[in-house]
Structure formats: C-alpha cells, structure tokens
Nanobody, 125 residues
Framework: QVQLAESGGGLVQAGDSLRLSCAASGRTFSSYAMGWFRQAPGKERELVAATSWTGNITHYGDSVKGRFFIDRDNAKNTVYLQMNSLKPSDTAVYYC??????????????????WGQGTQVTVSS
C-alpha cells in the first residue's frame, strides 16, 4: 500500500508561481511512476504531468506545457510540480498519483492505482 500526501496548494495571483509537493510512504517509491492530475469545478479530471520512476520519461498536458515542470527525489520519496505563469484557468484541486506499472496507458485512462487526497490551487485574476 502507498500513501500519498500533497502539500503546497493555496491562493495566488495570475502570473505567480507555486510548487506542489507529494510525499509518498508505505512502499518502495522509486519503482513507481508518479504524477499529477487536476479537476476544476464542473470539469473532468485531467492529467497534468507524470514521470517514470527513473525520471527520464515525462508527460505534460497540452494546457500546461512550458509552464509546469515535474520532478522527483526518490531519496526523499517526494514528487514535485513546479507551476509557473499561473492562470485563473489553472484553478483546480490537484491530485498526486502513483502507479507501480511502467509509465503508460494507466495515466491516460486515469486508472492509476494510488491517489492522494488533493490540494486546492486557486489563481485569481
């Protein structure tokens, strides 16, 4: 079993930056693909970013490419999401996720195995 705990959300203004953290516990973190999803009110949940367990494969949603960056520190069992040039449209609950399989289809079908509780990010205009 893997437990995921997100932190770093909050209220910021458009153009600001924010860094989310997700601490994992319970299993060998380094072998898991990790990533972030988000869900805005009235909208479907979407994949924001994900990375393979080695960090050499990364994927970003079209709406965040060039602004958001994912990285992980396996020694600290933590994955991060650096969010730059934030827009009001980035307002959502952000969920950390983990999956023991090699990075692949489970992220695009949102069938990853483990989910965090979510952290709210609100961007004001």
């Amino acid at each position: 079993q893997v437990q995921l705990a997100e932190s770093g959300g909050g209220l910021v203004q458009a153009g600001d930056s924010l860094r989310l953290s997700c601490a994992a516990s319970g299993r060998t973190f380094s072998s898991y693909a990790m990533g972030w999803f988000r869900q805005a009110p009235g909208k479907e949940r979407e994949l924001v970013a994900a990375t393979s367990w080695t960090g050499n494969i990364t994927h970003y949603g079209d709406s965040v490419k060039g602004r958001f960056f994912i990285d992980r520190d396996n020694a600290k069992n933590t994955v991060y999401l650096q969010m730059n040039s934030l827009k009001p449209s980035d307002t959502a609950v952000y969920y950390c996720a983990a999956d023991p399989a090699i990075f692949g289809s489970s992220w695009f079908t949102q069938t990853v195995k483990y989910w965090g509780q979510g952290t709210q990010v609100t961007v004001s205009s």
